[in-house]
């Protein structure tokens, strides 16, 4: 741990505040040079709840003001901060005024960690509360310390919890749990109204609740300091990340922060080495599934199409907002379609080494080498790729009267005014209405997915519905060759789109057959098992459950 000296200063508004110089030259504020008095209100939405309250970083207290008064009597305190100094400030400012049974501890202590353990050990809820600027600057100590307080999780078999958001995956995983005797505790991050809240609200749930795992969908629900991976690891408690859209850019502001207590599960196997490589303890093949609630035959549906794609064409508007992420420049736009191009004709080869092979065989240097850019920037060329393949099959079939659904405009930019197009449809509340009033539903799939399904392979037949499959590998793993339709080329696509106009009969064995696949193991229920399967070899866990 690299020495830094402790400056005490005066802010503008003529408070004192404090800096830290590093033997290295940095400078780091543990206060606003400006207002510190007023830090106090980026904590008030913090809920005191712990029996045992550890105050890691006291700082110069003003983010305390407001949190101390509501400290019940009873509750142990354990005031923290690396320097003795602002040890000693504490305890002469506050400590006068608080009946609670209080320990003191800095850096300069001997023995500090059995000092801070001995504190911890007889709580039942033990609730930390972080200065942020304080633990930063000096995140090894105050790290050293949290993991002595490691608390025996005594997990609930049946429990877990879920990172809840408005992403659609959320729910549906929620709805098959207690569907199948668990208890899916949410944990509504959205509410969360700032960092310190989110901790505090985080680690109360997980000491109350006792979930066995944590699950989240795209990392939906982990913040970006890294907080949840250390209250899953300090509360002994596994997590598990199922990866529905490319990890690449997710994990930009994230990858810092994996550690061993996280396992992850992707729908596309592709992506499973780069995982690996991330520091995720297991990397693991999870394709999609659907819910058999939302999509079911027994829904009343009317006539929408003869023959309609329902999604978006990834237009302009899409690409757009991925352009706005990185250092966009207007000559990517060629690079774009000669990268598109390449990938359509070989799906399977890997982005990042088709951009720069391309780059260098046309003698084009990029303008940045960082990650971030670049991952946006491949993550722009494979979307690029899948507008123009949307495009393409669409333009194909126009033939035979082809409607969509899903961003008019876009489609209208994309295929011209004949196409005739339906506005965006509400996937829980008219997806399957939709699909099943279709007589042949096309599907395209999204060129993040080399070899993997998307959701329109199982909510189609789910619901009742006929669907021409684009030729994925993952196919032949999840169906029988008798359960599935699909195309190779355009001018398959139009054969069997011709053909299946015509034979209902046909249409329907098909898709009644597919049902019966999913229903048997293509549900959310199994995609959970499977996740459990993994994440636990006991089958203690399972024991009860109807999956």
Not at 27 to 50: K, Q, T, Y
Not at 52 to 67: E, Q, R, S
Not at 102 to 116: A, G, N, W, Y
Not at 516 to 521: D, G, S, T, V, Y
Request: charged letters at 25%; proline letters at 4%; aromatic letters at 12%.
């Amino acid at each position: 741990m690299q020495k830094s000296t402790l400056q005490l200063f005066e802010a503008q508004s003529g408070y004192i505040s404090a800096k830290v110089q590093t033997e290295n030259g940095p400078v780091f504020h543990l206060h606003s040079l400006v207002r510190p008095e007023e830090e106090w209100r980026h904590f008030e939405n913090i809920d005191i709840w712990g029996d045992v309250i550890v105050l890691a970083g006291t700082g110069l207290g003003y983010h305390l003001v407001n949190i101390l008064s509501r400290i019940p009597s009873s509750a142990r305190i354990i005031a923290i901060d690396y320097y003795k100094e602002l040890v000693t400030l504490f305890q002469k400012n506050f400590l006068s005024d608080l009946k609670n049974d209080t320990i003191l501890i800095s850096s300069e202590d001997p023995d500090t960690e059995e000092k801070f353990k001995s504190g911890c050990i007889n709580g039942k809820y033990v609730q930390v509360i972080r200065h942020p600027a304080s633990y930063n600057v000096n995140k090894l100590f105050y790290d050293s310390l949290m993991r002595k307080c490691k608390v025996k999780n005594a997990a609930s078999n049946d429990t877990f919890l879920i990172l809840h958001g408005k992403f659609f995956l959320q729910e549906e995983l929620l709805r098959a749990a207690r569907k199948n005797g668990m208890k899916p505790v949410p944990f509504f991050y959205e509410d969360m109204k700032d960092l310190p809240a989110y901790e505090s609200a985080l680690s109360r749930i997980i000491q109350k609740e006792k979930p066995s795992f944590i699950l989240s969908v795209n990392m939906l629900g982990f913040d970006g300091c890294g907080i949840l991976g250390d209250l899953s690891d300090r509360f002994g408690v596994a997590s598990a990340v199922w990866f529905v859209d490319d990890p690449h850019p997710i994990l930009l502001h994230q990858k810092q922060f994996i550690n061993s207590n996280m396992n992850a599960f992707c729908w596309e196997r592709a992506y499973l080495p780069f995982l690996k490589k991330q520091g995720f303890s297991t990397a693991e093949y999870l394709p999609l599934a659907t819910d058999p609630d939302l999509f079911s035959p027994d829904k009343k549906s009317s006539r929408h199409a003869k023959l309609a794609f329902v999604g978006s064409p990834m237009g302009r508007k899409f690409l757009s907002s991925i352009a706005g992420k990185f250092l966009w420049r207007a000559e990517f736009e060629k690079l774009a379609l000669n990268v598109a191009k390449l990938l359509l004709e070989n799906p399977a080869i890997g982005i990042d080494k088709l951009v720069k092979n391309v780059c260098e065989s046309s003698g084009f240097r990029l303008p940045f080498t960082d990650d971030r850019n670049f991952t946006w920037l491949c993550s722009y060329f494979l979307h690029t790729a899948s507008m123009i393949r949307r495009q393409n099959v669409i333009k194909e079939l126009m033939m035979f009267g082809i409607e969509t659904f899903g961003d008019e405009q876009g489609w209208k930019e994309l295929c011209g005014e004949g196409l005739k197009t339906h506005p965006d449809i509400d996937y829980r509340y008219g997806l399957a209405n939709v699909y099943a009033g279709i007589d042949v539903n096309v599907n395209i799939t999204s060129c993040q997915m080399s070899s993997a399904v998307n959701q329109r392979v199982f909510d189609i037949p789910a619901c009742g519905g006929f669907v021409i499959n684009d030729l994925q590998e993952d196919l032949k793993h999840l169906f029988e060759e008798n359960e599935i339709v699909t195309y190779g080329s355009y001018d398959e696509l139009k054969e069997k789109a011709a053909f299946f106009l015509k034979d209902d009969k046909e249409r329907s064995a098909i898709s009644q057959l597919a049902r019966k696949r999913i229903l048997a193991q293509h549900t959310y229920s199994h995609r959970l098992l499977e996740i459990m399967k993994k994440l636990f070899s006991s089958s203690s866990l399972r024991d009860g459950l109807s999956f």
